[in-house]
C-alpha cells in the first residue's frame, strides 16, 4: 500500500514553500535514512546539493520555520543547529529576525516544538534559537551608543521619548552610568527630571548601581541621587544612605536620607549602617529575587564607582554573584564598626561558598587568583565563626559547605570547643545526624580525634558512625517514588547500573520511612509522576529528616517541566528533567545533579581514606580506652569489614578488634586468622595474641584445636605466632600437651 510522507499535508493548509531547499525536500518522497538532517535521496540529488550549499542564513530561518510546521523534527533540527553554528551574533541574528518579517512565524515555531513532546533534539535547538534571539534583543538594547541616543531622545517629541523610555528600561543597570550622568546635569533640568522619571521606573535594577556610586558623590550629587533612591521601594539602597547620613554635615543630605529611610520603612532606631549592610549581606547570601538584576542570564553585575571613570560594571558569573555581593555588603559592615561575629562568619560562608560554585578556570574580578583560599580565611576567623558556620550549613541543608566548616574546625578547635558550640547549638554534634554519609563520618572523625574525657549530646553517634565508615563507606542508596510498578522497575535499572541499591517502590514519601529507618543516609531520590504530583512529593520528601539534603531528580512531563524548572533553578539539590528522555541522558543528569549536591558518590578511593582514617582513630579510642567514645560500639561493623577487605586495611581492622574486650572480636580474628595464609595468616595470629593478652581466651574449643593444629604444623612464622597467640590465652596443661608431644 502507499503512504503518504509526513509532510505532505493538504494544500490548503500547507505553509508556503519560500526557498529552493523546502521546494526540493517537499517534492521528494523520502522514507530512507537521513545524513545530517536531510534525507539521502534529496541530498544526493544535485540541485539539492547546491540550495544546501548557497541558501543564505535567512533562507535557512525561513526553512527552519516551514519544517517545524510541518513536523519533520530532524530536517528542522538539523536547520537550526546550522543558524547556530552560522557564526552570528545574538544582535545580528535577532536584526535579521526583525528584518525578514518571520518574527510571528518564528515564535510560533518555537512555541509549538516547546508544547510536543517526541520532538527529540529539536526541543533544545528550538530553545536555544529562542535564548539567541532574546539575547540579541537585550545586547542591542545594552548597547553604549544605543543608550546614549535614547537618553539624547528623552527630551525630543513624545513618540521618541516613549519609545527611548521603554528601551532604557530594558537595558537596566546597564544604562545606569550614563543616566547617572544625566540625573546630575545641574545645567539641563529637563534632561534631568527625565532621567530620574527612567530610573525610578526601572526599578531595583537602578539600586545596586546608584548605591554604589552614592558615597563618594559630591553633597550636592548626594542629594539628588538620594531623593532618587527613596523614590524606588527596594530597601537594598539603605545601607548606603544611612552610611552618607552618618558620615555628612550637610543638613540638605541630611533631610534628603531622613525622606528616603522614612519612605523605605526605615525608622530612626533602625537606621544604623553597619546593621543594615549585615542585613544587605544576609539577603544576598540568600539568593533573594529581589537583588538578582538578570534571572537565568549567565552573568550579573557588580559595580565599582571611580571619580574619574563614573560607575564601572564588574560581570560576574551568576552562580558567585550572590557570594560576591554578600562578601562586599559584609565587609562593609565589618569597617564600619560591627562587632558581630555572625557578620564575619556570613564572609567566611560566602568565601566558600564562592569557590565551590566557582566554575573550574573562571577569573572571578571580584576576587583576583593570587588572593589567599577560602580555606585560609576561614581558620583564621576562629571556631565560634566556623561553629557559626557550620550551623549555616546545616540549617540550609548546604553539604559542600558543611563539609568545609567541618574541615577547618578539626583544624584549629580542641577539647570542649568541638561539642560546646553556640549556646543551646551544638553545630558538630548535630551534624553526626545529617542526612549525608561525608558529614556525618567527617563530624565523627573530628570528634573522635579529640579524644574527649566528657560525655556530650551525641557522644553515642560517634564510633558507630567511624566503625560504619570502615565497612562501608561507598554504599549508595536511592529511592524511588513513581506511579506505576513499570515506570519503577525502568528507573530502577538505570539507577542499578549506576551503583545505587534501590530501595522497594514508594507511591509517597512516607512509604519509604521504614525501609531507609536503619541507613546513615540516602544518597539519591527520584520522583517519576506528573508535574503537580511531582513537586508536592518533592515537598513531601524535604520534610522527612533523613531525606531533607537528598539530591531530589524529578522527572515530569514536558508541558509541566516547562511551567516548573525555574522554581528549583537556585536549589542545587533540586532537578527537573522531561519525561522520555534517554537512560544516557538521565544518567548524567543523575551524576550531575549529585555532584553539585553532595560532591557526588564516594568513590572507592575515597571510601579507602575514609577507613583508614576511621581506623586510626578507633584504634586510638581502643588504647586510650576511653570511657565517652568506647570502642567496642563499633564491634560489629568492624567485623563486617574484617571479612570485606584483604591486604592491609584486613590487618589494620584487626589492629583496632583486637584492642576490644568483646569475645565477638576475638572470634571474628581467630576466623580470619585460620582461613588465611601466608604473610596475612601471620600478621592475623599476632592480632590473635594481643587480643588474648588483653581480654584472655575469647574461643570457642574448635577454634582452639584448629589454632594449636597451626601451632604444631605451619611452617616456621605461622606456627611461631600461632604459638603466642596460644601462649597468651593460658591454656591448660592437657590443652597443650598435643602441641608439646607432636601428637
Do not use: C
Not at 548606603?240 to 530612626?268: N, T, Y
Not at 554504599?475 to 513513581?482: E, F, L, M, Q
Amino acid at each position: 500500500m502507499r503512504t503518504t510522507p509526513a509532510y505532505a499535508i493538504p494544500a490548503s493548509n500547507r505553509p508556503a514553500l519560500r526557498t529552493p531547499l523546502a521546494r526540493l525536500l517537499a517534492a521528494a518522497a523520502v522514507a530512507g535514512p537521513v545524513v545530517a538532517g536531510v534525507p539521502t535521496a534529496v541530498a544526493q540529488n544535485a540541485a539539492a546539493e547546491r540550495a544546501l550549499a548557497e541558501r543564505s542564513e535567512l533562507e535557512t530561518l525561513q526553512d527552519f520555520v516551514h519544517f517545524v510546521l510541518i513536523a519533520r523534527h530532524d530536517i528542522a533540527n538539523a536547520l537550526g543547529q546550522q543558524l547556530l553554528s552560522s557564526g552570528m551574533t545574538a544582535e545580528q541574528f535577532t536584526q535579521m529576525v526583525d528584518d525578514s518579517g518571520e518574527l510571528a512565524r518564528f515564535t510560533d515555531a518555537v512555541a509549538r516544538v516547546a508544547r510536543r513532546d517526541g520532538v527529540g533534539e529539536l526541543g533544545d535547538t528550538a530553545a536555544d534559537l529562542a535564548a539567541l534571539y532574546q539575547r540579541g534583543k537585550l545586547d542591542r538594547a545594552r548597547n553604549a551608543e544605543e543608550i546614549e541616543k535614547n537618553i539624547e531622545l528623552l527630551t525630543g517629541n513624545l513618540r521618541g521619548k516613549r519609545l527611548a523610555r521603554e528601551r532604557l528600561i530594558a537595558a537596566g543597570e546597564y544604562a545606569v552610568p550614563q543616566l547617572l550622568e544625566a540625573l546630575l546635569q545641574i545645567e539641563q533640568p529637563l534632561l534631568r527630571a527625565e532621567a530620574r522619571g527612567v530610573l525610578v521606573d526601572m526599578g531595583r535594577q537602578a539600586v545596586a548601581p546608584l548605591s554604589e556610586a552614592l558615597p563618594d558623590l559630591g553633597a550636592a550629587q548626594q542629594e539628588q541621587v538620594i531623593e532618587t533612591l527613596g523614590l524606588i521601594p527596594y530597601r537594598a539602597s539603605a545601607p548606603a544612605i544611612a552610611l552618607v547620613k552618618a558620615q555628612s554635615s550637610v543638613p540638605a543630605v541630611d533631610s534628603a536620607a531622613d525622606r528616603a529611610l522614612e519612605r523605605l520603612g526605615v525608622g530612626s532606631g533602625a537606621s544604623d549602617p553597619a546593621n543594615l549592610y549585615a542585613t544587605l549581606a544576609e539577603g544576598y547570601y540568600a539568593e533573594r529575587e529581589d537583588l538578582t538584576s538578570f534571572p537565568g542570564e549567565d552573568f550579573q553585575l557588580v559595580w565599582d564607582y571611580d571619580a574619574g571613570a563614573g560607575l564601572v560594571p564588574l560581570p560576574v558569573r551568576t552562580e558567585v554573584f550572590h557570594e560576591a555581593m554578600a562578601m562586599r555588603s559584609a565587609e562593609r559592615a565589618l569597617s564600619i564598626g560591627s562587632a558581630d561575629p555572625s557578620v564575619i562568619a556570613l564572609w567566611v560562608a560566602a568565601n566558600h561558598s564562592r569557590e565551590i560554585d566557582s566554575a573550574e578556570g573562571y577569573e572571578n574580578p571580584t576576587y583576583p587568583s593570587d588572593r589567599r583560599d577560602a580555606e585560609y580565611f576561614g581558620i583564621a576567623a576562629g571556631v565560634r565563626p566556623l561553629q557559626m558556620v557550620l550551623a549555616r550549613a546545616t540549617s540550609d541543608r548546604d553539604t559542600p559547605l558543611a563539609r568545609r566548616a567541618i574541615a577547618g574546625l578539626a583544624q584549629i578547635a580542641g577539647g570542649r570547643q568541638l561539642w560546646s558550640g553556640l549556646g543551646d547549638a551544638r553545630p558538630l554534634t548535630e551534624a553526626l545526624r545529617y542526612p549525608n554519609r561525608r558529614v556525618q563520618i567527617e563530624a565523627a572523625l573530628a570528634l573522635g580525634s579529640a579524644q574527649p574525657t566528657e560525655s556530650f549530646a551525641g557522644s553515642e553517634r560517634v564510633v558507630p558512625i567511624l566503625a560504619a565508615g570502615v565497612q562501608n563507606a561507598d554504599a549508595r542508596h536511592a529511592i524511588v517514588i513513581a506511579r506505576d510498578a513499570e515506570r519503577y522497575q525502568a528507573l530502577r535499572q538505570i539507577l542499578e547500573n549506576q551503583g545505587y541499591s534501590v530501595l522497594p517502590q514508594g507511591r509517597t514519601a512516607g512509604d519509604v520511612e521504614a525501609a531507609i529507618a536503619e541507613l546513615a543516609a540516602v544518597d539519591l531520590a527520584v520522583v517519576a509522576m506528573p508535574t503537580d504530583q511531582a513537586r508536592g512529593m518533592i515537598g513531601q520528601i524535604r520534610n522527612v529528616p533523613k531525606l531533607a539534603a537528598t539530591p531530589i531528580l524529578g522527572i515530569v512531563d514536558a508541558l509541566g517541566y516547562e511551567r516548573s524548572w525555574r522554581a528549583y533553578e537556585n536549589d542545587q539539590t533540586i532537578t527537573l528533567r522531561k519525561e522520555g528522555v534517554s537512560a544516557a541522558q538521565l544518567g548524567r543528569s543523575i551524576d550531575s545533579l549529585v555532584e553539585a549536591a553532595s560532591g557526588g558518590p564516594i568513590s572507592d578511593a575515597e571510601a579507602r581514606l575514609y577507613a583508614e582514617r576511621s581506623i586510626a582513630t578507633l584504634r586510638d579510642l581502643a588504647i586510650s580506652e576511653s570511657t565517652v567514645l568506647a570502642a567496642v560500639d563499633g564491634t560489629l561493623p568492624l567485623i563486617g569489614a574484617l571479612n570485606r577487605y584483604d591486604g592491609s586495611l584486613r590487618i589494620r581492622v584487626a589492629e583496632v578488634l583486637a584492642l576490644i574486650d568483646d569475645a565477638r572480636a576475638q572470634v571474628a580474628i581467630a576466623d580470619a586468622a585460620l582461613t588465611s595464609s601466608g604473610r596475612d595468616r601471620v600478621a592475623l595470629l599476632r592480632h590473635l595474641a594481643t587480643s588474648a593478652k588483653r581480654s584472655g581466651n575469647q574461643l570457642a574449643p574448635a577454634q582452639v584445636d584448629r589454632l594449636l593444629d597451626v601451632a604444631r604444623t605451619g611452617d616456621d612464622a605461622e606456627a611461631t605466632a600461632a604459638a603466642a597467640a596460644v601462649g597468651a590465652m593460658g591454656l591448660s596443661n592437657q590443652r597443650l600437651l598435643p602441641l608439646l608431644t607432636g601428637d
